[in-house]
């Protein structure tokens, strides 16, 4: 039998039979794929690849077969990640993929964020094994310089298999702080930062509010790398958040003041990127006496003046419609994370914006109460709360967001900012 016709009836197999193979029976299959992979002609052949991908993905999206680290560790993912890795070195330097050479460099990146979103604990050691690999991670902070610094790769569609392979990694460091303090993991974040902090970046963000859509390089910069950014907490916060501000504070409070009178049109796309970017943009990891320079200072009150501003058309026009609430929402997190220091909390105060927030915690989510909640308990002394009508609501909303947050370990950095606001109350 040829070398294609064995690979074709092992896809076929693992496709058609679904859920009643056994773990054993899909290994088996994987095993006879790699023999006829390692003869050469035929790890050379595109299509060959392609229909692997295919039933891989089908049979992963199908059961999550793949999750199981017998068969994450299986010899097949390390030979497709280094068919990635080749197709993304001939693609960086310059050599034209054909559409199905495209396709597999996009369905590759693909199957491993997929992958890796679904993955468990258990899985986390193949993966790490798979794709916190030095010349790959290389690959990537290559690339993404390139974009950053030369604007290289901005009009290529191909930007996308990129994205996926980012998207993996940013999936698989999600409050695994044992992944994120890799060194090598460290200089992936160091070219993500190049890219948010670089002209592309900022004049990409600059039309959000026009976009219903992203395309590839879009979505790689405005969405991927500032989640990228706003899960990684591994001692880089503050460096990390240091470089973000210094370069895009001015041109987030611009482009706040550009759209204080028509944020209703904002797309939920656009409010979720500003949702995503303002996390690092301010941060929340500050010591309560932090003085910051003069000129982040301003931003950041000018900020604080614009988020109220918003926060009180909304609450006046006493209609509420999804983009409202959703961007009422990210708004009242963004004012929480300016009360991390004692002279924002002494600004927002003088703003007498009391009355504002518990007309906000009126609006029937429990999203924007948490934040409202928050956004009281720093600002106010415990005998100021204590005077408050809905005290008790005030405990239980607390109480059901601590227990949501206590065995999420991806999300430990906001329990631990939970804990920090309700400290002494």
Not at 152 to 174: F, G, M, S
Not at 300 to 329: F, G, H, P, W
């Amino acid at each position: 039998m040829e070398e294609s016709t064995i690979i074709e009836k092992q896809c076929t197999l693992i496709k058609d039979l679904g859920k009643s193979l056994t773990t054993d029976q899909v290994k088996s299959s994987l095993d006879a794929i790699v023999v006829e992979l390692n003869k050469v002609k035929v790890l050379t052949n595109v299509a060959t690849i392609q229909q692997i991908i295919t039933a891989i993905s089908l049979r992963s999206t199908h059961d999550r077969a793949f999750s199981n680290a017998n068969l994450l560790d299986h010899q097949l993912f390390i030979i497709i990640r280094n068919y990635y890795l080749t197709l993304m070195c001939q693609w960086r330097a310059g050599e034209a993929l054909d559409s199905c050479s495209g396709r597999v460099f996009s369905q590759i990146a693909i199957l491993f964020s997929d992958l890796c979103c679904h993955a468990t604990d258990t899985d986390t050691d193949s993966l790490k094994r798979l794709l916190i690999h030095e010349p790959l991670i290389n690959e990537l902070c290559t690339c993404l310089k390139e974009i950053a610094i030369d604007g290289k790769h901005l009009q290529d569609e191909h930007v996308e298999a990129i994205d996926y392979c980012l998207r993996a990694i940013n999936h698989l460091e999600k409050g695994r702080v044992e992944i994120q303090s890799m060194t090598i993991v460290s200089t992936l974040l160091d070219s993500i930062v190049i890219c948010v902090c670089s002209k592309h970046f900022i004049n990409m963000f600059k039309q959000i509010a026009e976009f219903e859509k992203l395309n590839a390089v879009q979505t790689l910069l405005l969405d991927t790398c500032t989640d990228f950014i706003s899960w990684h907490d591994a001692g880089r916060y503050n460096d990390t958040h240091i470089a973000v501000r210094t370069a895009l504070l001015n041109t987030f409070t611009s482009w706040f003041e550009n759209h204080l009178l028509s944020f209703r049109k904002l797309s939920k796309l656009a409010i979720k990127i500003i949702g995503q970017l303002s996390i690092t943009l301010i941060g929340g990891n500050a010591s309560d006496e932090e003085i910051f320079p003069t000129q982040i200072r301003e931003g950041y009150c000018k900020m604080i003046d614009q988020l109220s501003s918003i926060l009180n058309s909304i609450v006046e026009s006493e209609t509420t419609d999804e983009i409202s609430t959703a961007l009422t929402r990210v708004l009242t997190q963004c004012l929480y994370s300016l009360t991390m220091t004692n002279d924002l909390r002494t600004y927002i105060k003088n703003k007498h914006i009391v009355p504002l927030l518990l007309k906000l915690a009126n609006l029937e989510d429990e999203t924007i109460q948490f934040h409202v909640y928050r956004i009281l308990a720093a600002i106010l002394t415990e005998e100021d709360i204590k005077t408050l009508t809905n005290s008790s609501k005030i405990a239980n909303v607390f109480l059901k967001f601590l227990t949501n947050l206590i065995d999420d370990s991806s999300r430990t950095p906001r329990f631990y900012n939970l804990l920090r606001s309700l400290k002494g109350k």
